[in-house]
Each structure stands twice: as C-alpha cells, then as structure tokens.
C-alpha cells in the first residue's frame, strides 16, 4: 500500500460547485486523497454526504471512516474535519440564505 501524504486544504485550494434549489444550497466539494479540509465550525446546522470515495471523518474528536452514500448531521458549533481516504465528492447542504449571508 502506498503512503499519502496528507494536505491540508483551505477553502481556496477546494475545487467546488455550486447548487441552489427549493430555498436550498449545496457546496460540492472534490478533495485529491489524502487532502484534508481543515478542522472548522459552523454557526448553523447542516447535512453533509459524501457521493465518492471513502473519508475519515471527525467530530468532536470522534472519528469514523465514512462511505458512498452515506448522510450525517453536523450541528451548529460542532467542531469538525474531513480526510479523504480516497479522491472524494463531498456536499454540504445548508438553507439558503445561510449560504447567501456567507457569500456562497
């Protein structure tokens, strides 16, 4: 098995799509394996699914590996902090006018 080396990556450094519908907003975002979107918090609740490649996952200092398909709930203050195992496809849904508020 080959080792990866890990990246952390900023918002920035994400390659990202945008998706609005029905008072929603979706963030799509590709992460390389073995990037790393930094630990973060969010002031809201949101839903987050991972439509590609496996994922550490880590919330509140509980880490799981996640996989395709998979749906989870992070809620407001919760700190948390995606791996990718693999290249990933990461969504986090969110009400729309939070994402708007936040210029998304």
Known sequence: MNEVEVK???PE????GHH????LYAKEMHLPAGGVAISHVHEY????????GRA???????TEILHPGRCITVS??????IEALDDIIWYCIHAEEVALCRGQ
Do not use: R
């Open 76 to 81: 407001a203050g919760q700190t948390h902090e």
């Open 20 to 23: 609005f519908a029905g008072g």
């Open 45 to 52: 609740d949101h839903l987050s699914i991972l439509g590609k």
């Open 8 to 10: 952390l990556l900023e």
């Open 13 to 16: 450094d994400w390659e990202l």
């Open 56 to 62: 550490k996952l880590t919330v509140d200092g509980e």
